[in-house]
């Protein structure tokens, strides 16, 4: 197992990658911790992992929240002795309207989730890390903080300020043997059964949508001994999204049974 006996909080664990990340961590032997604002599909999470044989703690958590965020960190420290992973997930999605028209309070809720809280679970993440002189952080942004969807600003922003603040973590962490990388998903298939099969994306140069397990296997990849000499990078999980040069250039793919 690539995780035996590791400690890891996952944010926004309950749903979508979230719940995949956690379902792959616990299979490798981490005992994890499931961050949601939403009790409901914690509960669900975590009764799942438990049924299937792994050990995890759900604490329902806003993650925009400082005091919640530290009582996170502190209750994951009482409940298993410390705390190894950190895998800053949770975030808020979709269209939040046009520049000429998006109020001041959307882009603040955004940029609270989806930037300013990853920065406070960092923070406090590593503060314990740092004690213990090693720890693993991973920052899950997106493609859309390389190309932005239009009348996505606030989330477009959060996310490539993700980049950025995965290279300036890593560079102030290293010296206390704490790794910090990011994962920017492409088109990620949520909110289905474990089993069902990847639907189609014309976006992504695979021409399918990706599954949950694959980004949660390149952050077991990254965070385990596999990935030991891995920091402030950013490995792109999108099924050839950014280089599908069919989309760009409005070009037919080629049929390979014609």
């Known amino acids: 197992m690539l995780l035996q006996d590791k400690v890891a909080v996952v ?25 949601q604002r939403d009790p409901e599909s914690g509960e669900r999470t975590r009764r799942e992992v438990e049924e299937a044989g792994g050990t995890a703690l759900f604490i329902q958590t806003d993650v925009a929240q400082r005091e919640q965020v530290d009582r996170l960190i502190e209750q994951t420290v009482e409940h298993f002795g410390g705390l190894d992973i950190m895998i800053n997930n949770a975030g808020i999605t979709g269209i939040s309207g046009h520049i000429l028209e998006m ?6 809720r955004i940029i609270a989730v989806n ?24 920052n899950i942004s997106s493609v859309n903080g ?4 239009p009348g996505c600003c606030a989330y477009g922003a959060a996310k490539g300020a993700l980049e950025t603040m995965t290279k300036s973590m890593a560079a102030d962490l290293a010296p206390y043997h704490i790794r910090v990388n990011c994962i920017a998903p492409g088109p990620i298939q949520v909110d289905q059964p474990d089993d069902a099969p990847p639907g189609p994306a014309a976006m992504a140069l695979l021409g399918r949508s990706g599954l949950p397990a694959e980004v949660a296997a390149a952050a077991a990849f990254l965070v385990s001994q596999e990935g030991s000499y891995i920091t402030g990078q950013t490995l792109v999980v999108d099924g050839g999204t950014l280089v599908n040069a069919y989309n760009i250039y409005n070009t037919e793919r080629p049929d390979p049974k014609a």
């Open 103 to 108: 109020p001041q309070e959307t882009w603040d």
């Open 115 to 138: 930037q300013t809280a990853v920065f406070m679970c960092a923070q406090a993440a590593a503060r314990v890390m740092a004690k213990a002189g090693h720890g693993n952080i991973i």
């Open 11 to 35: 944010t926004g664990g309950g749903r979508g990658i979230g719940r995949g990340i956690i379902k792959r961590f616990a299979r490798e032997g981490a005992r994890v911790v499931l961050a």
């Open 146 to 149: 390389f190309v932005p969807q």
